[in-house]
């Protein structure tokens, strides 16, 4: 199947959302972006990767993202830019990123509030990847040999922080279904189930009215 849309996934931790924007982008023949666009937004940027990797969908606070949001609606100088805190810009470069990879192509993006940064493109096609606990604590306890008590603290810890974090920097609710066009649970279909429903549900959202 070709593609002209931009796919951006939203995930529970533990749900398998890298896995199927992977197996998608291959299905698809489309560029994946997950860290690699943390790099990208490095590279742009010239602020050294491991500053994104330490900020990387991690919330902040109120009064910060009142500042980041002010100085990306009004625009920025260059010396604004300078003198900013490094949470700043490690934001608008990784904002940044995620339009100037859009303008480059279809591709499938994973989290960093993607679905939000290119709302204004109607060829960019949000998906939230979810699944029951239990499925997710199998997951990630078989993934990284961890105890079940560990995963659990892993996933519920990782949620609030990405929950937070988009909660922050958009308009909308992460996980509410209406944020998205299409929500799925990947516990209950599996991973290659997931990645054929997006496609099909895909080819629904490029067909002309």
Not at 34 to 44: I, P, T
Request: aromatic fraction near 12%.
């Amino acid at each position: 199947m070709k593609t002209n849309a931009i796919i951006t996934i939203g995930r529970q931790y533990g749900s398998g959302g890298r896995e199927i924007g992977e197996k998608l982008a291959k299905r698809l023949e489309i560029p994946f972006y997950d860290k690699e666009l943390l790099e990208r937004a490095a590279n742009d940027s010239g602020i050294c990767k491991e500053l994104f990797e330490n900020h990387d969908e991690k919330p902040t606070n109120s009064f910060l993202y009142s500042l980041v949001m002010d100085t990306y609606s009004f625009g920025y100088s260059s010396a604004a830019f300078t003198d900013m805190p490094i949470n700043h810009k490690v934001f608008l470069a990784q904002f940044e990123a995620v339009k100037k990879l859009a303008a480059e192509g279809p591709c499938v993006m994973v989290g960093r509030c993607a679905d939000y940064a290119l709302s204004e493109l109607s060829n960019c096609f949000s998906v939230f990847i979810h699944s029951d606990m239990e499925s997710r604590i199998r997951r990630i306890a078989q993934k990284y040999g961890m105890k079940d008590n560990k995963a659990r603290d892993a996933i519920q810890k990782t949620d609030k922080s990405r929950s937070s974090y988009y909660n922050y920097y958009t308009n909308k609710r992460w996980g509410d279904a209406s944020s998205y066009h299409l929500s799925i649970d990947s516990g209950k279909l599996g991973i290659d189930q997931t990645v054929e429903c997006i496609i099909q549900t895909l080819k629904v959202f490029e067909t002309p009215v």
